[in-house]
């Protein structure tokens, strides 16, 4: 660097100086390509990423099957072929890097061709090379789960008129809870108030200065003690008074109900075995996935029964071993229970979904039937049923619960009959497709 | 790579490498340079502001040292906006392709998960040249990626022989934007599935897009838009595919060539555009866009090595400038320095590391050296570069800058010492024996111009990109496409490979393809048929 003194002609002539230059902030620039791309892919693996988004599903607790994350699919269709030259034929040359201490005329194993280059970026998958993994949003794999599907057109129409109280944001008050107080504005009020306060002092003192100069006597007198004492007022006005108080202030306001709960009621009897559990969590999922895709947060109450009825959490009601008869009647009525007590009133969207094998006794059944009927479908939005018969169903025929719910007769009540995983989606997708307005 | 074990080597000749030496320097002005007293900014915050001022200091020192640039805009972008750009290869306008979209969910999640880092910078060959900063980024970073992209690649751009040949540098942007709103327009009109089948088999085939010889046409939005408008007018009016062939016969009356004195054609989609029997007119236009887009990022396929040097050469030199005049403090030279050590890392070739040649260090290496020629030269280099000993470094780097693409200049520039440092050395893969590599030459005086040359043809573009052309495309009832592969070396193409571009050249051919590779005598080795 040393002998190159400056060139002749000075510095910052060139074209590179001549006021062009600029730094754009582009950063606030609304995302858009990107997306738009995205979604193109997506658009064209839909299938294979289906696929794999069911595979994850799989793995999933219950309330976690909506997040988005990692999908893999296979890599094969995903490839963009270019023309290449087999490295098997021919003889070619290459140079590289590093030599340590090879001498011309030296010859070295060729590397063999299985033998790994694919380590190195993805640790740990054998197949890594052949499958592409990327993490999908939780609205691209919801998009993708409830393409074409609506909540039943009963629910639609109630949808718009429900409506709730909730409070909302409105302006500032001066009474509140000390949690709402703004010092900010506080404080600004404050100044607000001794500015506007030290004025009018200031012009009241001026004026009876005027005054005083124009008279004498007692009168003066008392002119200048109101003078002092105002003086005195104006140099102590108070930092903080009560009226500087500013509270956010919140306002009730009318908002069409957004709440739902969802109740999964359970047969745990003997007769139901992981396999028919699994198939029932597969469909609670779903329905959980989809609720909460309309109404943005869900609760979920797990209700399993054998002859007798109890509320358990997610990880006891789909894995804790139960034995025992089985009962409907106590599960509908501890739901019924449920409902009155926690999620009663116009504001609650209240679901219902029911997994059985479809075991009762006949009496059992009609109970069942007429507590549906009567009580708890009043109080809901829907009633799905799933029927889970025993894959070994020597006897082809319905199961007694189905057969018991053949007296329900009404739009908010549907039913299924599920036999293994394949169809599990299609009876989720005939339960909530978009209906044809008639 | 796995690893190699050296097995048959001559035990009785004499290894005398010594341990790779690496001297680990403190950065040191120059001595006797004059130093502000206060750097421009300290510490790695910045504000656009402080970026301007450091801007305006590069500006002085490149102007100082005779670079020349086309005006520069940066942009200030967040990290999802960088991964946006980088998916369309850095541009941004583009059409949209899933293949894009691919791009960018594989780079999300490398990002995400902390595989892989994001591009520091991009920069744009449009003029203005567009160079964007990540606001990620430290102030030390930020002013290197300014160097970098704002003066290194820029004044690359507008000085080197095949970016001013091949590519309007003000024009693309408007042409992308046109081709942004085509695809847009087919997609409404023909249906996305078309519309993507035709851009897969382009895209495809894009490598042999490009006019390697002839200039292209400038690009002109106003002229594409008004050819389209005649193109699809005439179409409406006589477009009968079962007739298509007739009107093609007819243009091509004066001359018609007839099978045998057929002239081949390296652009395969230009002559697929020009001469698919059964394209329809807007499918022939996709061809066109993807051609155009090709060529445009043609030259840049061809000088990774000298772009990339050339770029890292020039920050390198402006930082140090920097750090002279005293405009920058000890802590924002280290860390940039750190940064650049690890751009220009070369792992050897038994690293795990090693991906290949890094076209930052070779490039960055080829360059420092012809400046360390010019000032410091050895009797080793007055023998090789007479011309170059001696003489003013900065015309020397410009002249190469402006007269080379990678292979050029590999052959011209490369010297002893480079590969010396690198240690390159030369491998050969023979077809008698598929067990071994032998070392056909190293960095000693036997081996520097072996060494050189390889390296050279290593960078050419028929290396990687197997040549095709066509050969002959039949005129008769059943109008067959012949492509040609010449076979250099015995170095066949990848049968699956060959299997599937077929299938793509076949979906807009309609006709049959067939792909034969020859070797230098014409004699055919080998056939591929869809």
């Given at each position: 660097m040393a002998q190159t003194p400056g060139d002749s002609g000075?510095?910052?002539?060139?074209?590179?100086?001549?006021?062009?230059?600029r730094i754009v902030d582009r950063r606030s620039d609304p995302p858009g390509r990107g997306a738009i791309n995205r979604e193109r892919f997506i658009r064209r693996f839909k299938d294979e990423i289906k696929r794999a988004a069911d595979e994850e599903f799989g793995k999933r607790s219950i309330k976690d099957v909506g997040r988005g994350g990692r999908i893999s699919i296979p890599g094969r269709g995903l490839a963009e072929p270019r023309l290449v030259h087999d490295d098997d034929s021919g003889s070619h040359d290459f140079v590289l890097p590093g030599n340590r201490d090879f001498l011309p005329g030296d010859s070295i194993d060729r590397p063999r061709k299985d033998g790994g280059q694919g380590d190195g970026d993805e640790p740990g998958s054998g197949e890594g090379r052949d499958s592409f993994a990327f993490a999908l949003s939780r609205e691209e794999f919801l998009a993708l789960f409830f393409d074409d599907l609506e909540l039943p057109n009963l629910e639609r129409t109630r949808f718009g008129e429900m409506s709730m109280q909730r409070m909302r944001r409105g302006g500032y008050s001066r009474e509140g809870l000390p949690a709402n107080l703004l010092p900010g504005m506080t404080v600004r009020m404050g100044i607000a108030r001794r500015i506007a306060l030290r004025g009018a002092l200031a012009e009241r003192i001026a004026e009876l200065e005027a005054e005083c100069a124009g008279c004498n006597g007692p009168r003066r007198d008392a002119l200048i003690e109101e003078i002092e004492r105002l003086r005195k007022r104006r140099g102590s006005l108070p930092f903080l008074e009560d009226v500087d108080r500013r509270y956010r202030s919140r306002v009730p306001t009318a908002a069409p109900s957004t709440r739902a709960v969802m109740l999964c009621l359970m047969d745990?009897?003997?007769?139901?075995?992981e396999r028919k559990k699994d198939l029932a969590k597969r469909f609670f999922a779903l329905l959980y996935l989809f609720l909460e895709r309309k109404y943005g947060h869900v609760d979920v109450v797990f209700v399993r029964h054998t002859e007798t009825a109890e509320e358990v959490d997610e990880q006891r009601f789909f894995h804790d071993p139960q034995t025992g008869g089985t009962l409907v009647h106590p599960a509908l009525e501890l739901a019924y229970h449920i409902i009155q007590g926690r999620?009663?009133?116009?504001d609650w969207n209240v679901y219902l979904a029911q997994a059985s094998d479809g075991d009762c006794t006949v009496e059992d059944g009609h109970r069942s039937a007429a507590f549906i009927a009567q009580e708890l479908l009043p109080l809901l939005r829907y009633f799905a049923y799933i029927d889970i018969p025993s894959?070994?169903?020597?006897?082809n025929r319905a199961s007694d619960l189905w057969q018991s719910y053949d007296a329900l007769q009404s739009p908010a009540f549907a039913r299924r009959a599920v036999h293994d995983r394949n169809d599990i989606w299609p009876v989720f997708r005939e339960l909530f497709a978009r209906k044809q307005a008639a | 790579m796995t690893k190699e074990k050296p097995d048959r080597r001559d035990p009785d000749k004499p290894r005398p490498w010594p341990k790779l030496l690496a001297r680990p320097t403190v950065p040191m002005p120059r001595p006797g340079a004059v130093r502000q007293a206060q750097p421009i900014a300290t510490g790695t915050e910045w504000t656009l502001g402080t970026l301007e001022r450091f801007d305006k200091a590069i500006a002085a020192h490149a102007g100082r040292m005779g670079l020349d640039t086309y005006p520069i805009q940066y942009e200030m972008i967040t990290a999802s906006q960088m991964l946006d750009l980088c998916s369309t290869?850095?541009?941004?306008?583009h059409y949209s392709h899933w293949s894009f979209g691919k791009l960018l969910l594989s780079q999300e999640h490398g990002y995400r998960k902390g595989m892989t880092g994001l591009a520091y910078e991009i920069v744009i060959n449009t003029n203005p040249s567009i160079a964007y900063l990540m606001e990620t980024n430290t102030l030390a970073l930020q002013v290197l990626v300014m160097a970098h992209a704002g003066y290194g690649h820029n004044a690359f751009f507008k000085s080197n022989y095949l970016f001013r040949q091949f590519t309007q540098a003000d024009a693309i942007l408007d042409y992308l934007q046109f081709a942004r709103g085509f695809v847009q327009e087919c997609e409404e009109q023909y249906g996305w599935r078309e519309v993507e089948a035709v851009l897969d088999c382009c895209h495809a085939l894009a490598a042999y897009g490009v006019d390697r010889y002839r200039r292209p046409q400038r690009l002109s939005v106003k002229r594409e838009r008004a050819r389209l408008n005649d193109r699809l007018k005439f179409a409406e009016k006589h477009y009968n595919p079962d007739f298509a062939h007739l009107h093609m016969r007819e243009r091509d009356?004066?001359?018609?060539?007839?099978a045998d004195v057929f002239d081949p054609q390296e652009n395969l989609l230009y002559f697929i555009e020009k001469h698919a029997p059964k394209l329809p007119p807007w499918q022939r236009e996709l061809v066109r866009i993807v051609r155009k887009v090709s060529q445009y990022f043609y030259p840049q396929r061809l000088t990774k090595v000298a772009n990339e040097g050339a770029a890292t050469f020039w920050h390198y030199t402006l930082l140090n400038e920097l750090y002279d005049s005293g405009e920058v403090d000890d802590g924002f030279m280290l860390e940039w320095l750190a940064n650049h050590g690890d751009v220009v890392a070369q792992p050897a070739f038994d690293s795990p590391n090693f991906h290949g040649l890094n076209p930052y260090a070779l490039g960055f290496s080829i360059y420092r050296d012809i400046r360390r020629i010019c000032e410091e030269p050895t009797d080793e280099d007055r023998q090789w570069f007479p011309n170059l000993a001696g003489s003013r470094w900065q015309e020397a780097i410009a002249f190469a800058m402006t007269n080379f693409k990678d292979d050029s200049l590999i052959e011209q520039y490369l010297s002893p010492k480079v590969m010396r440092d690198m240690r390159l050395f030369l491998m050969h893969d023979s077809e008698e024996d598929r067990e071994h590599y032998t070392v056909r030459a190293i960095h000693n005086e036997a081996g520097y111009t072996r060494v050189r040359q390889a390296l050279a043809a290593q960078y050419r573009s028929e290396a990687h990109i197997p040549t095709l052309v066509v050969a002959r495309a039949s005129d008769d009832a059943e109008r067959a496409l012949l492509l040609q592969h010449r076979v250099e070396n015995g170095r066949m193409l990848d049968a699956k490979s060959a299997e599937s571009i077929l299938g793509f050249v076949k979906q807009l051919w309609v006709f049959d393809v067939v792909l034969e590779e020859v070797d230098s005598d014409g004699t055919r080795l080998k056939i591929h048929r869809t």
């Open positions: 000075g510095s910052g002539s060139g074209p590179i100086l001549a006021g062009l230059l745990v009897s003997g007769s139901m075995d999620f009663a009133g116009p894959s070994s169903g020597w006897f | 290869v850095g541009m941004p306008v009356e004066p001359g018609a060539p007839a």
